[in-house]
């Protein structure tokens, strides 16, 4: 296909597109929110008569008075509907004002009395309980036999999504039900969530998203803030817009857990595994259960006859673990990969070399063949580009240079989808779907999926997304949705083609499909995306400060279908990877219990003078096990691995080894 | 947010007759404004001095004056600063982003507020903040706060780029109070936290900054910044320095550090050293040591120490090349 434009890209840069709370309502009241100010404990007692005496001030909202809702799945969405502060920074109450400055300043003044417990934010070894997920021959005599080993811990932070767009809803209820123009990663599930919490019928819900400003992961779940809008405006009888201050997003819109990461590699003389073990900690708020699959990628990226993948979640007193920018993959392929760093400079090995030794003819999870597997050829074609060989650490001045790699990989998943083709007599053609855009290019490339299927130009298709009365869509997550919305939107374009060989009728031709079945009988194989990034760094040895001059992404994900939006959201990926490796980081204040972080001055994430020569490749991988346009996802690929090639980089340099992210000059300089 | 009145003074008469305790003076608003939404701030009035005359850049006795209402950008793009005091433009750019400095002012500049979590957050103790509730941050989360002159009171660090190069330029601020117009030194301008962390200054309440007086330098002077991410973080530490060399001996030196302490650090003893020593990295080094002896790191800032005096070192080093004056 030929690369298209952002179909959207003049309305967002015009300001055209609106986002959630932008849209003009007539007497919209605002909504603000408070946050529990202890650790643990329960409300005794909200002092609302205080602040509805001030003027314009219209409701206030807390465990005193708000309406009864029905339970979902996530406590997260239980508004209100306890006494029990599970964590600092937990929504409590809301005040409802005529203006957003009343609002604030009723919400600041709100008293809320407490009976407080002590809290325990604090993850550490030291309990026991690991679930072992996988378990394969005998892992402890092996590393026991190795002729080499690698026993190290590695750690991540706590990382939060931080998207530009907060969390933020309008709410309006009429006669048809309740309307709600909320920022969120798929409205399907936000509207099904909905009719569930207010006891409606899903017909009576409409869920409009048609642009959001970023979610990675924090939008893929309903938020509260979509449960508390519509709740207060249904109190006030009045539209109402919330949106989550930047300071709030620190503790309720979910984050990715700290990790504590325990990886064992044995190997024989050649280098070649014999044993895996990657044993990880993480931390789980009381409310809501959440597991980072931190040792996923571990099942499938190299051969080892024994193994040992394990998780253990341990309950503090802290604000909710949610999906964050490649789940499982991102942390975990931090750990590996640093380790098998370590395994290659032990032995002398190169690393490129080590992991292709390893490289496995099937999946090591399940023995299932590989519906393709590039890895190889990424290192290989990286390593060409990059300069690979014969790299050299180096001294310029009071700099050190090197070169790091790291594999990458994601899993590669459909979820089942409907849509609606429809052809005009004009020779227009519409699609519908309750797909995302957040920002990836969705919309876009649905374009492209139809205008293929159509034989027809994207000028003449219009995508139309991002609003639940279109045909029911899963969620823009998991590296999912291109390949689950376009399976869906190129089966109902194949089917409106073959429906269009007599002219076309006034009222136009129009067909819709569900992949349910298709998705159910699909062959059985070992689906992933995979990659390896390749950094060079520049190290100031009076300073510890660490740069990336130059950083290559190859990746290996099936049919690309719009280069120019893949490109933009595999160097996005990795200037991810970047801000991971070197500066992203929540600080827990374990006297009171939340993250110290409050804004983007306190929690860093690159800017463009970090980012410097940052390309992303891809192979021209055909996949026929995939779906109809051949193409894995590449939502998150791009993060994974980045963060151990810039510390591997930082080792090639400095020797120094750093196995707790960030490399911020605290942690480097006292080693240099 | 708490109600506020917003007046704009036509004369600095104006503006110290507009001011009564419960009010602030505006600037750019880039660190006011953010505090005022977090509820740091609370004023009830706002008058804002943006459009006295005091936007102007002018030479003063040899050396500048610069009005208070100049804004950031402007500073660092004057022609006659980046000739005569590149440490001054290289501290200002080192500051912030575009946007920011755009819209900031000189005078704002000098009284942003410190940029330690505890302070920033109400729901928190914070004896600079709340006189008398604690210093959760010395236990607590400090990697980037004081690790000179601090007290059990505060830990605070003052965030201003543009200060520590002012210190360096040995600069003083021209202050309009009620009892007409005076100059205070930078060294006497801002405050160690004492038993009183409230006051980042020595200026009285009501007291409008107009200016600030530049002396003639006469020697090379650059400025280092170490930050967490390449641009838009505040220092870690930063070094202003100025050096005048002959002969291989230092004949004059000038050292401040940024991101270490409740104001900018003047490195006198390690300037005091260096006077009349070999101009060499071993001199460098023995000051830098020298000064840093006085270091009181708490628990997790430790890093700032070898930090600092790494700093202190590269930054001579590279200026001693320079011949004085040379503006490069």
Not at chain 2, 243 to 248: I, K, P, Q, R, Y
């Amino acid at each position: 296909m030929r690369p298209l434009e952002r179909v959207e890209a003049r309305d967002k840069v015009t300001g055209a597109a609106r986002y959630a709370i932008e849209y003009p309502v007539e007497g919209a009241a605002h909504v603000v929110a408070v946050a529990a100010t202890i650790g643990r404990g329960e409300i005794e007692s909200v002092a609302a008569a205080e602040v509805l005496a001030m003027p314009g001030v219209l409701a206030v909202l807390s465990c005193e008075n708000a309406p009864k809702l029905n339970s979902v799945d996530d406590a997260e969405l239980e508004v209100f509907q306890s006494r029990t502060v599970s964590y600092r920074g937990q929504l409590v109450a809301a005040v409802v004002a005529e203006t957003l400055e009343t609002a604030r300043e009723a919400a600041a003044r709100l008293r809320i009395g407490y009976r407080a417990e002590q809290h325990d934010v604090h993850l550490r070894d030291g309990q026991s309980g690991f679930r072992a997920d996988v378990d394969q021959g005998d892992p402890e005599a092996a590393l026991a036999e190795a002729a080499v080993s690698i026993d190290e811990t590695y750690t991540t932070p706590a990382e939060h999504n931080n998207p530009m767009e907060p969390h933020a809803t309008l709410a309006e209820w009429n006669e048809d039900g309740l309307t709600v123009h909320d920022s969120n990663q798929g409205s399907t599930t936000v509207r099904d969530t909905l009719a569930k919490v207010f006891d409606l019928d899903p017909a009576k819900v409409r869920v409009i998203s048609p642009h959001v400003g970023g979610g990675f992961g924090s939008k893929g779940t309903p938020r509260p803030t979509a449960v508390l809008a519509a709740m207060a405006a249904r109190e006030v009888k009045r539209p109402v817009k919330l949106a989550f201050t930047r300071q709030q997003m620190f503790s309720m819109t979910g984050y990715r857990t700290p990790t504590i990461q325990r990886v064992r590699l044995g190997a024989d003389a050649d280098g070649r595994l014999s044993a895996i073990v990657h044993e990880v900690i993480e931390q789980n708020s009381t409310v809501r259960e959440f597991t980072e699959k931190t040792a996923g990628p571990s099942r499938i990226m190299y051969r080892a006859p024994h193994r040992r993948m394990a998780h253990r979640l341990v309950q503090l007193d802290v604000p909710a673990t949610s999906w964050m920018r490649g789940p499982g993959e991102t942390p975990g392929m931090w750990g590996l990969e640093s380790a098998m760093d370590e395994l290659a400079v032990t032995m002398g090995i190169d690393p490129i070399e080590l992991r292709i030794r390893n490289e496995p003819e099937t999946s090591p999870e399940d023995g299932l063949p590989w519906s393709s597997r590039n890895l190889v050829a990424c290192l290989r074609e990286g390593a060409e580009r990059f300069g690979w060989t014969g790299r050299r650490a180096g001294r310029e001045g009071r700099t050190l240079t090197g070169m790091g790699v790291a594999s990458a990989t994601y899993p590669v998943n459909r979820e089942p989808n409907t849509a609606t083709a429809r052809a005009e007599p004009d020779g227009r053609f519409t699609v519908r779907i309750a797909a995302a855009d957040i920002g990836t290019g969705a919309r876009t490339a649905l374009t492209l999926i139809a205008a293929e299927a159509l034989k027809a130009d994207p000028g003449r298709v219009t995508v139309e997304i991002g609003n639940s009365d279109l045909p029911k869509a899963s969620l823009a997550g998991g590296s999912t949705g291109t390949a689950s919305w376009g399976t869906a939107v190129h089966n109902a374009c194949e089917a409106l083609l073959a429906e269009l060989d007599a002219p076309i009728p006034p009222e136009g031709v129009e067909v819709t499909v569900d992949t349910k079945e298709e998705l159910e009988s699909q062959e059985k194989y070992a689906r992933h995306a995979f990659g390896a990034h390749f950094v060079e760094v520049r190290v100031d040895i009076d300073t510890g400060e660490v740069r990336v001059p130059r950083m290559l992404g190859v990746f290996a994900a099936g049919r690309i279908i719009n280069p120019t939006t893949a490109r933009s959201q595999l160097i996005g990926g990795m200037t991810m990877g970047l801000g991971m490796a070197l500066m992203e980081e929540s600080t827990m204040d374990l006297e009171f219990g939340d993250y110290l972080n409050h804004d983007l001055a306190q929690y860093h994430v690159p800017v463009c003078a970090d980012v410097r020569d940052l390309e992303a490749i891809w192979l021209d991988e055909k996949d026929p096990h995939l779906n109809p346009m051949g193409s894995k996802g590449i939502g998150e690929i791009g993060i994974v691995g980045a963060a151990a090639a810039v510390a591997n980089a930082v080792h090639h340099a400095t020797g120094v080894r750093v196995r707790d992210l960030p490399i911020t000059p605290s942690r480097l300089l006292p080693s240099l | 947010m708490r109600p506020f009145t917003y007046e704009r003074a036509r004369s600095a008469d104006e503006a110290l007759a507009l001011h009564d305790g419960d009010t602030h003076y505006l600037g750019g608003g880039t660190n006011l404004v953010d505090l005022m939404r977090l509820g740091v701030e609370r004023p009830a009035r706002l008058v804002d001095v943006t459009r006295l005359p005091y936007d102007r850049i002018e030479e003063h006795g040899g050396g500048l004056l610069i009005g208070a209402a100049v804004r950031n950008s402007d500073l660092a793009a004057d022609r006659t600063v980046r000739e005569r005091y590149p440490v001054l433009a290289e501290a200002v750019l080192a500051g912030a982003s575009g946007q920011i400095r755009n819209q900031a002012t000189v005078g704002g500049n000098l009284l942003q507020r410190t940029r330690c979590s505890y302070f920033q957050n109400v729901t928190k103790p914070c004896n600079k903040r709340d006189p008398g509730s604690g210093c959760p941050a010395r236990e607590g989360e400090h990697h980037n706060l004081a690790i000179l002159g601090h007290t059990p009171h505060c830990v605070a660090t003052h965030p201003s780029d543009m200060a520590v190069a002012l210190a360096v330029l040995d600069a003083s601020v021209r202050v309009r109070g009620g009892s007409g117009e005076r100059g205070v030194r930078l060294d006497e301008f801002y405050r160690l936290p004492g038993d009183d962390p409230s006051r980042d200054t020595t200026l009285d309440p009501g007291d409008l900054v107009t200016g600030i007086q530049v002396p003639p330098l006469g020697m090379a002077s650059r400025y280092r910044k170490v930050r967490e991410r390449a641009s838009f973080a505040f220092a870690l530490v930063s070094v202003a320095a100025a050096l005048d060399v002959a002969d291989g001996k230092v004949l004059d030196c000038r050292v401040a550090l940024g991101g270490v302490a409740h104001r900018p650090w003047r490195a006198r003893r390690a300037e005091e050293m260096l006077r009349g020593a070999p101009a060499t990295e071993e001199s460098y080094l023995r000051a830098a040591r020298a000064e840093m002896e006085a270091a009181q790191p708490l628990r997790d800032n430790g890093f700032k120490v070898p930090l600092a005096t790494n700093l202190i070192v590269r930054t001579l080093s590279e200026l001693a090349p320079s011949k004085p004056g040379d503006g490069s």
